[in-house]
């Protein structure tokens, strides 16, 4: 079953390297080819394996001509930590759905004494209207494993973007290794219910 779009939508997907971001694009890249829509994406990943930051985005629509998404203009911005959050919440654009992952990874700048930590984290995420913080590590651990926080917060994603569940399920059954599906079918069922 296709689905149409009369516009371009936008996913930015922002977190330090390890989280399974860009597994997540995948994922809803996939969701979307199933859908029937044109796809773009794009990924930024420098230190990555360092714990640097990575930002993937994601554009679906009838035709999409670029897989870049100008600053201000992402209809949802999923977070997988609080920082990167607060870091690239200028790529959402106002009345932008963010996710939040409820966690905290300390930067090595502020490990290691670099840089100052952000004191008031929670006042600023606030500033937000559209925030929504999520428990992506212990729902992971109860779907089976906290390496799907990932998918968890995939699932959560599902709630707001065009995709019925088939579109979901055939992408999830594509990219995920036959050994980890259940696990992850369970981890995206507890983030979609987590915002419902």
Do not use: C
């Amino acid at each position: 079953m296709s689905i149409t779009l009369d516009r371009i939508f936008n996913v930015s997907l922002v977190g330090v390297g390890g989280q399974g971001i860009l597994l997540t694009s995948d994922v809803l890249a996939l969701a979307a080819m199933h859908a029937g829509l044109d796809v773009k994406k794009s990924e930024i990943h420098g230190m990555s394996q360092r714990g640097g930051s990575v930002i993937s985005q994601v554009r679906f629509g009838a035709r999409v001509h670029s897989p870049i998404i100008p600053d201000g203009q992402s209809d949802v911005l999923v977070s997988f930590e609080r920082m990167e959050a607060l870091r690239f919440a200028h790529l959402a654009k106002p009345g932008a759905k963010i996710l939040v992952n409820d966690m905290d990874r300390i930067p090595v700048t502020v490990s290691s004494g670099l840089q100052a930590p952000v004191e008031d984290l929670d006042r600023r995420l606030a500033a937000y209207s559209g925030l929504t913080l999520i428990d992506a590590n212990p729902l992971a651990i109860k779907a089976g494993n906290l390496r799907a926080a990932n998918v968890v917060l995939l699932g959560a994603l599902s709630a707001f973007a065009p995709f019925a569940d088939e579109h979901w399920q055939a992408a999830l059954r594509e990219r995920i290794p036959a050994k980890l599906l259940e696990i992850n079918l369970r981890a995206f069922a507890a983030g979609r219910d987590a915002v419902r």
